[in-house]
């Protein structure tokens, strides 16, 4: 599995969903809260701010939970719990289908050094510490950059840390380097002491996956189909109205507006279904985390892919 940065991709624990469990031929019942685990990134941040999905589901009398987690990783194990019904971040698995994604990523997500540092080219990694999110999609960055420069990860000596920690031990030198993504990104750029070597659009752009539970998914299509929607609509503004999205971003996250505003300015924005292209480029880092161990047995990422109900 594989998750997205920030982004993305995070998260929970049972919130009381309150599902109901439809006996014979009786109608399944709409559950009374549909809990969303996400990061403070991007269309996710617009979609949570315009309430574009509270609006779809607010006739069904259905209330929407926002659950904020740090990292794809935690986010995915909260949905395979069943503690959330509906997340933001890359993955596949068993018990989780893809129902949307994002378009391919822009240049929000790199491998960074420090400006003076004698690492040139990601093939200096040699023997170096690099800090990233282990499971993450920094994680599959920094291992296809390795890849395309003849290394492998155990070239390099991974520090697996989330952002919170990576940052100090990249700004104190614990790190040499260090694979990121937005706003984190930004903000270690803003500091004019560094220097990246690459970024996901020259490596392996990414995208952003919508994941539910099977489960889920399956009894209530209609929800999931509205939540998915809601997306689209918040990223079809987001798209022409960069500045305000920067102003929501740096709203909810505490970075200052003039970083934001070129996290903004840089980030791809369009939600769809999965394509052909995205299933190609997913199945190539299930594989890839296969190798890695991370995922313990090889999958088809296709056999997670949730199709809508025909009405």
Do not use: C
Not at 25 to 45: D, L, N, S, T
Not at 103 to 117: N, R, T, Y
Not at 263 to 271: I, K, N, S
Request: no cysteine.
């Amino acid at each position: 599995m594989t998750t997205t940065r920030r982004r993305v991709a995070a998260l929970l624990v049972a919130l009381g969903a309150g599902l109901a469990t439809a006996t014979g031929a009786a109608a399944q019942a709409a559950p009374k809260e549909f809990r969303i685990g996400y990061q403070k990134v991007g269309v996710v941040v617009v979609a949570r701010q315009q309430r574009t999905i509270e609006k779809r589901l607010a006739p069904q009398g259905i209330a929407v939970r926002w659950v904020e987690f740090q990292a794809g990783p935690p986010l995915l194990e909260a949905l395979n719990a069943g503690s959330l019904d509906f997340g933001f971040a890359q993955a596949a698995g068993s018990t989780l289908v893809y129902v949307g994604a994002s378009v391919l990523s822009g240049d929000g997500e790199a491998i960074v050094v420090k400006a003076g540092s004698p690492i040139r080219t990601v093939a200096d990694l040699k023997g170096r510490t690099v800090a990233v999110g282990r499971g993450t999609s920094s994680h599959n960055l920094l291992v296809t950059a390795l890849e395309k420069a003849g290394l492998s990860i155990s070239d390099v000596k991974p520090a697996y840390l989330l952002p919170s920690d990576a940052g100090p031990a990249f700004a104190n030198g614990s790190v040499e380097a260090w694979v990121i993504w937005d706003p984190y990104l930004a903000l270690a750029q803003a500091q004019n002491d560094t220097r990246i070597l690459t970024t996901s659009r020259q490596t392996h752009a990414v995208s952003d996956f919508f994941l539910a539970s099977r489960t889920f998914a399956d009894r209530y299509p209609g929800i999931v189909t509205a939540a998915v929607e809601g997306m689209a609509e918040a990223a079809s503004w987001a798209e022409v109205h960069r500045d305000q999205v920067a102003q929501a971003l740096a709203t909810v996250t505490g970075v200052p507006y003039a970083i934001e505003k070129g996290v903004a300015d840089r980030t791809e924005f369009g939600v769809g279904p999965v394509t052909e292209a995205l299933l190609a480029k997913q199945q190539a880092t299930a594989d890839r985390f296969h190798r890695l161990g991370l995922i313990p047995r090889a999958i088809q990422v296709r056999d997670a892919v949730w199709t809508p109900p025909r009405t």
